[in-house]
């Protein structure tokens, strides 16, 4: 199995909240990540659109996987913690949505960074867009992500 096909099933268990909503994950490379949505019931709010509590849900998994495709290699020995975020909503979000997230850093800056202090602070960026590929929302994630050793 590929390591990122294996991320992805990992990521999916770890969180069961985000898959009780619906999130699925679909791509991880390193730095980068895409979830999908679909819009039910369970998902929509009193105006018939995507909860945002959904959406941030989505916006947020999407972020952890990108933040874990780029630490893939040491993951096991590090503890990824969202530490803030922020979460604009640009149009009512319906039907199947999904969530494009990127590590807004350079890799080598923050495996140093990691290296040389054991921890690192970085923003992931996320737009999340209907399916005719409008955007809906943008969200940023600062990650802190520090290694198991200093963890405290």
Known sequence: ?????????????????????????????????????AQSRETSNHIATVHAGALFTLAEAASGAAMAGLFLERL?????????STIAFVKPAKGVITAHAEVDAEAAALFAALEAEGKVRFPVLVRLEDAESREVARMTVDWHVSALARAA
């Open 1 to 37: 199995m590929d390591p990122f096909d294996a991320l992805k099933a990992h990521l999916s268990a770890a969180v069961p909240f985000a898959a009780h909503v619906g999130v699925e994950i679909r791509d991880v490379v390193p730095g980068r990540a895409t979830t999908v949505l």
């Open 76 to 84: 096991a020995a590090l503890r990824p913690v969202a530490a803030s």
